[in-house]
């Protein structure tokens, strides 16, 4: 067997193995409140405006004054007939979010083909995730042979990191492609030269990235510092003419970025906080590692960490003491400025605007591609045998990792699917549940309800809902009343306040960032329009503990607050 076709059956080889990891994550987790925001911004829905913006006419959310079937609350989370277009998303993004259009618009076209369940949004970023693999297969021959190449997609595929978002239903794994894409775009305008094609598609692609992350820029600039100060056979001149090209394609969304930045929304202060000196310096270092770690905002092993952050060091003393120059070559180079403009870039944004992004690890997922480049480049340097068994040792050290991104229910500590089926299966269609929440989780839940259920939005930072008034309406004429608190960003729950004080509690179901409140009336059969201010009396909980939903969740459910079980409705 050539050479040539031993190295196409290792890469198809590791696509394949790439691609078996990133299936269970299609639906064995719910989705969590990002995920929600996207699919109602990918189908034209606004969330995050103030109640008084809000048009029904053009899909924007209504925090009703009535209860509504949880079935109807989904219609924020499709398409509708006919469905949204360019304009109808943009105008949703402008109004709800902070991230440019370009995802949402993609989305919302795939969403008309394959409809909105939970595995067609994943699936949308899965298939980028994997669109990834051969650019990374390319970028790393080229800078390294095949001996860094196997271990680029190797280290690519296991990564907890890359795998837990490949999985979510956000634009990160597009983010990948592009930043990959821009990045061998410049390589080979630097090896080949400037031709109509290439800078055209180096333009487009830088384009594209533009509009689809804002922290794109950071990998964006990385190579194309690189590319100045390295142009091979590339004019300068063309180079900047491009680089004019890519702004006049971002532009006419840009322009409207200070309108946008300037919108009040539900959650709009939620990265605010200064950040020190001291930690730029910590933030823009945990940022680096975070894209090699095996632990993260999905859980892992501390001890496992640290023999990753141990063999990656040891990685990095060895192919220092093999040779170090051939790290810092110039095509090295470029994977060098890409992975610390994609770290420093977050701590810059935050020093400059008074945030605190760079504390969150997915604002410099832009760099993920270059760390596991930058990693095979190291391991390039070592024999087979020694390359072979050093990957073992850190896919070993992942296996924790990897483990819980594949096994857990929920993702973020959020199970909205479990808190729904907590309140599910006590209430009917005579029933009331109360979601208090920001939109997209008031969503979340009514998405995995019975589709009769009655579902009663609470969202206190739009300031529409009063106690008393408004939950005695709500709750007249009801048997039973839920109560779920889920990803409610700290505002306060007079109605539970409220419900505590003239309702009987008969239960309490503590799960994963979500609290569950069972009611019933304080006397009689249903809740009466003007309820008696006396205070009803509690049932204290009993230690019971939510049922998993699979039986892979059971190795966490155990661990879970203890709940009660309120009664089955007859």
Same mark, same amino acid.
């Given at each position: 067997m050539s050479p040539q076709r031993r190295r196409v059956i290792l890469a198809v080889l590791l696509f394949t193995v790439a691609a078996l990891l990133? #299936? %269970?994550?299609?639906?064995?987790?719910?989705? *969590?409140?990002?995920?929600?925001f996207s699919l109602a911004i990918a189908t034209g829905h606004s969330l995050e405006h103030p109640a008084a913006d809000a048009d029904p006419t053009l899909g924007d959310f209504v925090e009703r004054r009535g209860a509504m079937p949880a079935g109807a609350w989904g219609r924020y989370l499709a398409q509708e007939t006919p469905p949204a277009g360019v304009r109808r998303i943009t105008r949703a993004v402008l109004m709800s979010?902070?991230?440019?259009?370009?995802?949402?618009?993609? #989305?919302?076209? *795939?969403?008309?083909?394959?409809?909105?369940?939970?595995?067609?949004?994943?699936?949308f970023s899965i298939l980028w995730a994997l669109a990834s693999v051969p650019l990374l297969w390319?970028?790393?021959?080229?800078?390294?042979?095949?001996?860094?190449?196997?271990?680029?997609?190797?280290?690519?595929a296991f990564a907890p990191t890359s795998l837990y978002y490949?999985?979510?239903? +956000?634009?990160?794994?597009?983010l990948w492609f592009l930043a990959l894409g821009f990045a061998w775009l410049t390589l080979r305008l630097h090896d080949r030269g400037v031709a109509p094609t290439r800078i055209a598609l180096w333009?487009?692609?830088?384009?594209?990235?533009?509009?689809?992350?804002?922290?794109?820029?950071?990998v964006w600039a990385g190579c194309l510092v690189w590319l100045l100060v390295h142009p091979g056979r590339a004019h300068r001149v063309w180079v900047i003419g491009a680089v004019g090209a890519t702004v006049l394609l971002a532009l006419p969304w840009y322009v409207r970025v200070p309108e946008s930045l300037g919108r009040w929304r539900v959650t709009g202060d939620w990265l605010e906080?200064?950040?020190?000196?001291?930690?730029?310096?910590?933030?823009?270092l945990k940022l680096g590692w975070s894209l090699l770690s095996g632990r993260g905002v999905w859980g892992g092993s501390k001890?496992?960490?640290?023999?990753?952050?141990?063999?990656?060091?040891?990685?990095?003393?060895?192919?220092?003491?093999?040779?170090? +120059?051939?790290?810092?070559?110039?095509?090295?180079?470029?994977? *060098?400025? *890409?992975?610390?403009?994609?770290?420093?870039?977050?701590? #810059?944004f935050d020093l400059l605007r008074e945030s605190s992004t760079s504390s969150l690890s997915r604002y410099a997922l832009g760099g993920l591609p270059a760390a596991v480049l930058l990693a095979a480049l190291a391991l390039s340097r070592l024999g087979p045998g020694a390359r072979a068994g050093l990957v073992a040792l850190i896919l070993l050290a992942w296996t924790p990792g990897v483990w819980v991104v594949l096994t857990k229910a929920s993702r973020y500590r959020e199970a909205y699917r479990d808190a729904a089926r907590a309140a599910g299966r006590w209430v009917g269609p005579s029933d009331l549940v109360i979601i208090h929440s920001i939109p997209s989780g008031v969503l979340g839940v009514a998405r995995y309800l019975p589709p009769d259920v009655p579902v009663a939005a609470w969202v206190g930072q739009l300031g529409q809902r009063r106690a008393p008034d408004d939950v005695t309406d709500l709750v007249a004429g009801r048997r039973r009343v839920v109560l779920v608190r889920i990803h409610d960003v700290g505002a306060p729950a007079p109605e539970q306040d409220w419900l505590r004080e003239h309702a009987r509690l008969v239960g309490e179901a503590t799960g994963e960032g979500s609290t569950v409140l069972y009611f019933e009336p304080a006397s009689g059969v249903a809740f009466e329009p003007a309820l008696s201010a006396r205070r009803a009396p509690v049932i204290p909980p009993l230690p019971r503990a939510l049922p998993?939903?699979?039986?892979?969740? +059971?190795?966490?459910?155990?661990?879970?607050?203890?709940?009660?079980? %309120?009664?089955?409705?007859p």
């Open positions: 990133r #299936l %269970p994550l299609l639906s064995g987790q719910g989705l *969590w409140a990002d995920e929600f979010d902070t991230s440019p259009p370009i995802y949402y618009v993609m #989305l919302g076209y *795939w969403t008309r083909g394959l409809g909105s369940s939970d595995a067609a949004l994943r699936l390319l970028l790393a021959r080229r800078l390294g042979g095949t001996g860094a190449a196997v271990p680029a997609v190797t280290l690519y490949s999985g979510e239903g +956000r634009m990160y794994s597009l333009t487009v692609c830088g384009g594209a990235g533009f509009l689809t992350h804002y922290f794109f820029a950071f906080g200064r950040i020190t000196v001291r930690e730029g310096v910590t933030n823009s001890s496992a960490n640290r023999i990753a952050q141990a063999l990656f060091l040891f990685l990095a003393l060895a192919a220092l003491f093999k040779g170090w +120059r051939r790290l810092f070559r110039p095509g090295p180079r470029l994977v *060098w400025l *890409w992975l610390a403009a994609a770290s420093l870039g977050p701590v #810059l998993s939903s699979t039986t892979r969740e +059971r190795g966490y459910a155990a661990a879970r607050p203890s709940v009660v079980r %309120p009664p089955r409705p």
